[in-house]
Structure formats: structure tokens, C-alpha cells
């Protein structure tokens, strides 16, 4: 079945540092991938998404780029903030299935 | 705020006991889903509701059960409750049914069971 694996956290960066999570899928045919942000006490949501290959998703400074050769959306940032710390997940959708990873966790020191 | 609605926002209950968590969709979607998220932060779908049926179900105990209402809202009941069911329980939204499109959190039902 579809999966998807990212990362264990937890990741502690410095402001400013540069930040890589990396993700891989295995599906069936052709996902869309998604990363939600999970902020403390919040419920997800929606960071970015791609709907096919070579698809960039962007959003407050993030980027993914939905590689199907590799099957990987690795999320980026160039320079993290602390307001960035939070919990990541990566995930796709197939058909009438939804799938998460288990999550990296993000810490952003001053 | 994500429109989506949940209550009770915290639950604390005893082993054994029945408790029924409550979801309102985003005004207009058809689709509500059911997640439990663990201590371990791990996301573990439960259940799919598309306009009143049953669309999909994943890791589900039987001593839970879920169903939506004509007014799409959805119910999840969990019964017999055991300590390990003590987590996050998100409900979330989307327009259509084949899951291409974005999934809408609620910010949860926080259950602890003693």
C-alpha cells in the first residue's frame, strides 16, 4: 500500500540555519503530496502542495519540489525562525486514501 | 482559523466509560475524516465519512464507531475505553471525496483516560 517515510526528529537548528526535511512516498500510481505544519496546540495545516512532477510548492519562505524519478518531496527553507518551530508531516493523497509520515519535530533556537 | 469545529476540546474519563467526540465540517465540504494522534505524535487515520456513507476506514478499533449526519456533522464514539486510548483526536475536512485536494484540521479533542 501507499506509505510515506520522512525523517526522525527531533531537528534542532539555529536561527538562520538552513533547514532540509527530507521525504519519500511509494505509491501506486501518480499522488499528490502535501507538507502540513502542526504548531503546539494546534491542529494541522497546509503548508504546501504539488499535484504532479517536477511541481514546486511554496509558502512562508518553504519549498518542495515533487520529484517522481526519486520519489521524494523534500522540504526546504533557507533561513529558519523560531516562529518555525513545530512539527512537520509529510503526506500524500491517492484515490480515496490519505497518508501522513510520522512526523519530524523542529526546534529553532534563538 | 480552519472552520472546522470540535468539541469538547479536552476530555478526561475513566477506563471502561463511553465518550462521543463531536466534528463540524467547514461550511460546504462532504468529506470529514477521523485521525488519532499519539503521544508519539504519529498520525493514525481512522475512518472517512462522504456525504452520510462510510467511504473509507483505516486502523479503527471495533469498540469505536463513527457516523455522519444530514447535516454532515459526524460523531466519533469510543467505548470500553482503556488506558492506550488516551490521545489527540483530530477531525478534518476536505470539499470533494477522492482526496486530491486539502485536508482542513480541527484543533482537536484532547482524551485522557484514567
Known amino acids: 500500500g501507499d506509505s510515506v517515510t520522512q525523517m526522525e526528529g527531533p531537528v534542532t537548528l539555529s536561527e538562520e540555519a538552513f533547514l532540509t526535511i527530507n521525504c519519500t512516498y511509494t505509491a501506486t500510481g501518480y499522488p499528490s503530496l502535501f507538507w502540513y505544519v502542526q504548531y503546539p496546540g494546534e491542529g494541522l495545516q497546509l503548508l504546501l502542495k504539488?499535484?504532479?512532477?517536477?511541481d514546486k510548492g511554496s509558502n512562508k519562505g518553504f519549498e518542495a519540489t515533487y520529484r517522481k524519478e526519486t520519489t521524494s518531496f523534500h522540504l526546504e527553507k533557507g533561513s529558519v525562525q523560531v516562529s518555525d518551530s513545530a512539527v512537520y508531516f509529510c503526506a500524500l493523497s491517492e484515490y480515496q486514501n490519505f497518508v501522513f509520515g510520522p512526523g519530524t519535530r523542529l526546534s529553532v533556537l534563538p | 482559523d480552519s472552520g472546522v469545529t470540535q468539541t469538547p476540546k479536552h476530555l478526561i474519563t475513566a477506563t471502561g466509560q463511553r465518550v462521543t467526540l463531536r466534528c463540524s465540517p467547514r461550511s460546504g465540504d462532504l468529506s470529514v475524516y477521523w485521525y488519532q494522534q499519539s503521544l508519539d505524535q504519529g498520525l493514525q487515520f481512522l475512518i472517512q465519512?462522504?456525504?452520510?456513507?462510510?467511504?473509507a476506514k483505516g486502523n479503527i478499533l471495533e469498540r469505536f464507531s463513527a457516523q455522519q449526519f444530514p447535516d454532515l456533522h459526524s460523531e466519533l464514539n469510543l467505548s470500553s475505553l482503556e488506558l492506550g486510548d488516551s490521545a489527540l483526536y483530530f477531525c478534518?475536512?476536505?470539499?470533494?471525496?477522492?482526496?486530491?485536494?486539502?485536508?482542513?484540521f480541527g484543533e482537536g479533542s484532547r482524551l485522557t483516560v484514567l
Open positions: 465519512y462522504y456525504n452520510g456513507e462510510e467511504r
Open positions: 478534518a475536512s476536505s470539499v470533494e471525496g477522492l482526496n486530491t485536494g486539502e485536508l482542513f
Open positions: 504539488a499535484t504532479k512532477a517536477d
